[in-house]
């Protein structure tokens, strides 16, 4: 029997997993596979059918679709076995001779499921590979486990001469030169960025996140006159937001995590996809994945607008949506590089993942995507209907606005903790 592609093996699963992308039961948000009998299916489909296929095939040409799709599986459940690790390692043993997505596919498993145990291998991809992205994706494992980063970075250099050609190792070689804590210790005052919203005349999401993104984050809303979004009491209403991603990979690398900068918020949208739910959505797009007019929503003038029809995207043009104190600021610029590399397709929205895969992590009961900003949602697992969202909180927020404008991810500082309302009405008032 032939085997089938990826393609057709997560088709299949989706269709298992919620054959009513977007049903509504009495008028609440429903999503049927939230319950806890789909749920245990699930998770006995995703072992057996995703992933115990893969492992009882050999990693050849002819089962690259089943491995991909048991690849997903694994970092999206974040499931880890020692029979996990020992086919992981078989899929090493052919890395060389399969093709580029199953590569990407094995490297972002392993970065994401095993921290330091696969070093040896990741070593020799380091030493042998020439794709630019698969490339940082090992340069990074390896800086994560240990390895001496200036030496890594040295060593590129030699290989690739023509390194600064290349915006993949532009954004390969200026992340791993600095640490987490370093980005984010000249951070700009956040004061002149909310002041400077006023000149988009359009609504404003901010996501303040950690640069550890297993730190839950906050999202406020931020109206086109100027004001906050806040509550009877007159608090500022925030919601809470992950910009982490199931593999936790910098951020111009896809399936990173949320890159920091602007991004732009084109409508309100619903997604068809079952891990998403029937939520509605925010659908951004970052630089180079829209035209420049239609980011800017034709609201502002364009610098050298007036030279040519339709401008190209530059730094120089993503820079006037910042006010003159952030547009030096290197950190803030990640969205427009992720971008440039051909990051797409990062919203925000909900989530019907189990929270259980996560029980024993910082952000739990919220859970990862693919590098989009997902909100917390709790279903019933008696009934599947919605209990509690912060996704449907910030889009009707956002909607009252008219559905058009701006989304700000700004790393706060590198603590080890949620960001809090507290301290950003301390930052922002």
């Known amino acids: 029997m032939k085997i089938p592609t990826i393609h057709i093996l997560l088709l299949c699963l989706l269709t298992f997993a919620c054959q009513q992308a977007e049903k509504k039961h009495t008028n609440t948000l429903y999503a049927e596979r939230t319950t806890s009998a789909e749920r245990k299916e699930f998770r006995e489909k995703l072992d057996h059918e995703l992933i115990g296929q893969a492992l009882a095939l050999q990693p050849d040409s002819a089962n690259e679709g089943v491995w991909q799709g048991a690849f997903w599986a694994m970092g999206m459940s974040h499931t880890v076995s020692p029979k996990i690790e020992d086919g992981l390692r078989k899929c090493f ?55 001496d980063s ?34 984010v210790a000249n951070r700009p005052d956040l004061k002149p960025l ?33 004001t906050f979004v806040r509550n009877d009491e007159g ?3 925030c919601f809470p937001q992950l910009a982490l991603s199931a593999s936790d990979m910098p951020s111009y690398i896809t399936n990173g995590n949320s890159p920091q900068g602007v991004y732009t918020i084109a409508e309100i949208g619903h997604s068809e996809n079952v891990f998403i739910g029937p939520s509605p959505t925010l659908e951004m797009y970052l630089p180079f994945e ?12 364009l610098a050298g607008a007036s030279l040519v029809e339709n401008p190209e995207w530059t730094l120089m043009q993503y820079n006037q949506l910042f006010p003159e104190s952030w547009q030096g600021y290197r950190p803030i610029q990640q969205a427009f590089w992720a971008g440039k590399v051909g990051r797409s397709e990062i919203i925000a929205h909900g989530s019907t993942i189990n929270p259980t895969f996560f029980a024993h992590e910082s ?31 910030l889009v009707e927020a956002f909607k009252e606005e008219g559905g058009k404008g701006y989304c700000y991810v700004i790393e706060l500082d590198s603590r080890k903790a949620a960001v809090t309302a507290e301290e950003l009405i301390d930052l922002i008032e």
């Open 150 to 183: 200036m030496g890594l970075l040295e060593q590129l250099e030699q290989r690739f001469p023509d390194w600064a050609m290349s915006p993949m190792l532009v954004c390969l070689i200026e992340d791993a030169i600095f640490t987490k804590e370093e980005k």
């Open 93 to 147: 043993s052919v890395y060389n001779f399969r093709s580029a997505s199953f590569r990407r596919g094995l490297l972002e498993a392993v970065y994401t499921l095993y921290p330091v145990a696969f070093k040896a291998e990741m070593e020799q991809v380091f030493s042998t590979e020439t794709n630019h992205k698969l490339l940082a994706m090992a340069t990074h494992y390896l800086i994560r486990a240990g390895t």
């Open 290 to 301: 829209t035209s420049v007019q239609d980011f800017f929503h034709q609201k502002i003038q």
């Open 363 to 393: 952000f739990y009961p919220m859970t990862p995507s693919l590098g989009c900003l997902t909100a917390l949602e709790l279903w019933s697992e008696e009934t599947g209907t919605l209990l509690e969202s912060s996704q449907t909180g």
């Open 235 to 237: 608090e500022i209403v």
């Open 194 to 226: 909310i002041e400077f919203q006023k000149t988009h005349q359009l609504p404003v999401v901010y996501s303040f996140q950690r640069t550890d993104r297993k730190y839950t984050g906050l999202a406020i809303v931020q109206r086109a006159n100027g």
